[in-house]
């Protein structure tokens, strides 16, 4: 049987049946109505963080969270500015940023967790620079104190794509409490899913007016719309369907910190193998598992384990590669170089893990890589 990198954690048939009874019978289906309040609220309580707005997806609200909080080069009416990020990541971070007329501009990252290195973002700061977006990487979250001090050093606005750090707290605290604001991404591949969907939290709640416009199209009544905005709501059967898996968070988290383990157990040690660190204060999601290759010492490439994996029916993943500054769209922007992220980013593997997948296959998978 063909093991796949991740699957969708699914509610039982008949607890998301329940769910949304009550939507047939209302017909209310969109225009955040009783169950996406209700999700909205289950999630400001389970995260632990004071605001929170929800989105179609991850990717419209981290969009929606950089309009609202107004970034722009001095002097423009909008867009302009530069935002420091890292070119490890997925490509919808960078997306986000030029697609609001924003200039990404790439700092390594530390190869210990793979997260931006905050000790090269003050070396990148002009008089353009806007904000800085960090991405919490596979689970690992960043140096948020060093990238908050530089923030208030040179009042730069801070928004984290917090898409793999769903659940996570770092000091007791929950992770959307760090930066302005942080995106949480609910796409099915995650390890929270509400199919699809996204959400921003953050504390300021004036920021509050503008992600409410912007996701709905400027309006705040039959006759009357304020502002210019889209369309990005999250539908209520996506809103039940992130009801009943938030039930059995505990549960998932749980059973793959239980395929964590047996991998550590397995792979640790091995020379040419480096895995990554439980982080100091954090209380993880085992959101992937990376596993960083060393030929020379390993005595095979990142891609012969995905090539032999793949031979296997096991199916591994390159992520991220490329990373975002040698991609086609945004080489352009290679600028001084990132010699960690590109070297990371062709040398890593994430291996399956996921609620479903039994400690059997785990042995399965770590026999291939070790043969």
């Known amino acids: 049987m063909s093991i796949f990198v991740?699957?969708?954690?699914?509610?039982?048939?008949?607890?998301?049946?329940?769910?949304?009874?009550?939507?047939?019978?209302?017909?209310?289906?969109?225009?955040?109505?009783?169950?996406?309040?209700?999700?909205?609220?289950?999630?400001?309580?389970?995260?632990?963080?004071?605001e929170l707005s929800?989105?179609?997806?991850?990717?419209?609200?981290?969009?929606?969270?950089?309009q609202a909080l107004g970034l722009k080069a001095k002097g423009e009416k909008v867009g302009g500015g530069e935002v420091i990020t890292t070119p490890f990541t997925f490509?919808?971070?960078?997306?986000?940023?030029?697609?609001?007329?924003?200039?990404?501009?790439?700092?390594?990252?530390?190869?210990?967790?793979?997260?931006?290195?905050?000790d090269k973002i003050e070396?990148?700061?002009?008089?353009?620079?806007?904000?800085?977006?960090?991405?919490?990487?596979?689970?690992?979250?960043?140096?948020?104190?060093?990238?908050?001090?530089?923030?208030?050093k040179y009042k730069l606005k801070v928004i984290y794509d917090g898409a793999h750090a769903f659940g996570?707290?770092?000091?007791?605290?929950?992770?959307?409490?760090?930066?302005d604001a942080t995106m949480f991404s609910?796409?099915?591949?995650?390890?929270?899913?509400?199919?699809?969907?996204?959400?921003?939290?953050?504390?300021?709640?004036?920021?509050g007016v503008p992600l409410h416009e912007l996701k709905n199209f400027g309006i705040h009544g039959p006759e009357e719309t304020n502002a210019i905005?889209?369309?990005?709501?999250?539908?209520?059967?996506?809103?039940?369907?992130?009801?009943?898996?938030?039930k059995r968070m505990d549960e998932c988290i749980s059973a793959r910190k239980a395929v964590h383990d047996r991998y550590f157990e397995r792979l640790d040690g091995v020379d040419g193998i480096t895995l990554c660190k439980p982080q100091k204060d954090v209380t993880p999601n085992y959101a992937y598992f990376p596993v960083y290759?060393?030929?020379?010492?390993?005595?095979?490439?990142?891609?012969?384990?995905?090539?032999?994996?793949?031979?296997?029916?096991?199916?591994?993943?390159?992520?991220?590669?490329?990373?975002?500054?040698?991609?086609?769209?945004?080489?352009?922007?290679s600028g001084r170089g990132t010699p960690i992220a590109h070297d990371v980013s062709i040398n890593i593997l994430t291996l399956p893990i996921y609620e479903g997948l039994s400690l059997k296959d785990v042995d399965r998978i770590c026999d291939v890589v070790l043969r």
């Open 91 to 118: 490509v919808s971070t960078t997306h986000a940023i030029s697609r609001n007329n924003l200039k990404p501009v790439f700092c390594d990252i530390k190869k210990s967790d793979y997260c931006i290195d905050p």
């Open 6 to 50: 991740t699957r969708s954690s699914m509610p039982l048939l008949e607890d998301y049946i329940e769910e949304i009874k009550p939507i047939f019978e209302s017909h209310n289906l969109t225009n955040m109505g009783p169950v996406y309040k209700k999700f909205q609220a289950q999630l400001i309580t389970y995260l632990n963080v004071p």
């Open 293 to 333: 290759f060393d030929k020379e010492k390993f005595g095979k490439s990142r891609d012969d384990v995905f090539a032999e994996l793949r031979e296997r029916d096991v199916y591994a993943r390159k992520y991220f590669y490329p990373a975002i500054n040698d991609l086609e769209c945004y080489r352009y922007l």
């Open 168 to 179: 996570e707290t770092y000091l007791g605290e929950g992770i959307g409490n760090f930066g």
């Open 229 to 246: 905005g889209g369309n990005a709501k999250l539908d209520e059967f996506r809103a039940a369907m992130g009801i009943c898996n938030l």
């Open 186 to 207: 609910f796409h099915a591949t995650k390890v929270f899913n509400s199919i699809e969907g996204g959400a921003v939290a953050f504390k300021d709640k004036r920021y």
């Open 54 to 66: 929800l989105f179609v997806n991850g990717h419209m609200a981290l969009e929606m969270a950089i």
């Open 123 to 152: 070396e990148l700061i002009t008089d353009k620079t806007v904000a800085i977006i960090p991405v919490h990487v596979y689970g690992n979250i960043c140096d948020v104190h060093k990238i908050e001090n530089i923030a208030e």
